[in-house]
């Protein structure tokens, strides 16, 4: 979706909890989506991706939820660590013609307390 | 793999001078590629895909006189921001998508940013 840009909302957890951050995309027409994680003053890291034919998929201590019906996307953390904290943007791809584009959602700031 | 590098890092100019950032896919070729922006405490903002060979092009409100891409090859795209003044100050991302047919052709992988700031 579209990125009013004001301030990020921020998901405070424990150390060792699991974390879950949500987010609601946009376009029905969307065919894929990523999460990123943006550490401070770095550019987006690739986390996990997953297709519109797919509702689940699992990495590494991740896994992304998609719910076409009520277009949402959640990213689950398994056992949050300090280096977790950052802020994490879902991005959907939108089917333009010969060129696909990424839009950004808002970004949700994880804070993992010690 | 899919690395993106991209140069410089950080520049701080006067108003009204000319920057050049480079964006290159280190370990794989791109024919796509594409700038964003970024206020701070804000989502990246997509200003222009560009395609290998081709003219950009630019999302509605982007001057494209003003920020200049050229992508001459399949791992090299540059964004010149022209007459910078403060307000173009921000943080600057590219971003390189793989060419093959896979899943995870689609991935868009990004560079680590450059950080302008026009005085």
């Known amino acids: 979706g579209e990125s009013v840009g004001l301030h990020l909302p921020t998901l405070s957890v424990q150390e060792g909890d699991n974390s879950i951050i949500n987010c609601a995309y946009s376009n029905s027409a969307s065919d894929y989506f990523i999460w990123y994680k943006q550490e401070s003053g770095k550019g987006p890291q690739f986390i996990i991706d997953?297709?519109?034919?797919?509702d689940k998929r699992q990495g590494q201590r991740v896994t992304v939820l998609l719910n076409k019906t009520v277009k949402h996307l959640s990213l689950q953390i398994a056992a949050t660590q300090p280096g977790d904290s950052a802020v994490y943007f879902c991005?959907?791809?939108?089917?333009?013609?010969?060129?696909?584009?990424?839009?950004f959602g808002k970004g949700i700031t994880l804070s993992v307390r010690p | 793999g899919a690395v993106v590098s991209q140069h410089p890092s950080w520049v701080i100019c006067k108003s009204g001078t000319s920057v050049k950032i480079e964006c290159r896919s280190l370990d794989f070729q791109a024919t796509t590629m594409f700038w964003y922006r970024q206020f701070p405490k804000q989502s990246l903002m997509l200003m222009a895909t560009?395609?290998?060979?081709?003219?950009?092009?630019?999302e509605q409100g982007v001057e494209k006189d003003k920020f200049l891409i050229n992508h001459a090859s399949l791992t090299l795209s540059t964004l010149t921001v022209t007459s910078a003044h403060p307000e173009d100050s921000s943080f600057y991302i590219c971003?390189?998508?793989?060419?093959?047919?896979?899943?995870?052709?689609?991935?868009?992988?990004f560079g680590p940013g450059t950080r302008l700031t026009v005085l």
């Open positions: 560009s395609n290998e060979g081709s003219k950009a092009t630019y």
């Open positions: 991005a959907e791809n939108i089917p333009t013609g010969a060129n696909s584009k990424l839009t």
């Open positions: 971003s390189a998508r793989r060419t093959s047919g896979s899943f995870s052709s689609d991935t868009q992988y």
């Open positions: 997953i297709r519109s034919n797919m």
